[in-house]
């Protein structure tokens, strides 16, 4: 888990390992690119899962 990256949801940087609380981190993810781009992939994630349950409503 030490070679992964975090993305830190309070202070809006990369971690190279788990360094903060769970709670305030998103990951993990495999490159610092990747996680650098986590609110964007989280609201993608986010849409779908929304796009999912009105599908399944209908």
Do not use: I
Not at 32 to 53: F, G, M, V, Y
Request: charged share 40%; hydrophobic share 30%.
């Amino acid at each position: 888990m030490a070679d992964s990256y975090w993305y830190n949801l309070r202070t809006g940087e990369v971690e190279h390992g788990p360094e903060s609380p769970a709670l305030d981190r998103a990951g993990p993810f495999d490159t610092a690119e990747e996680a650098a781009h986590a609110p964007e992939l989280l609201r993608q994630r986010a849409k779908a899962w929304e796009d999912e349950e009105r599908r399944e409503d209908e």
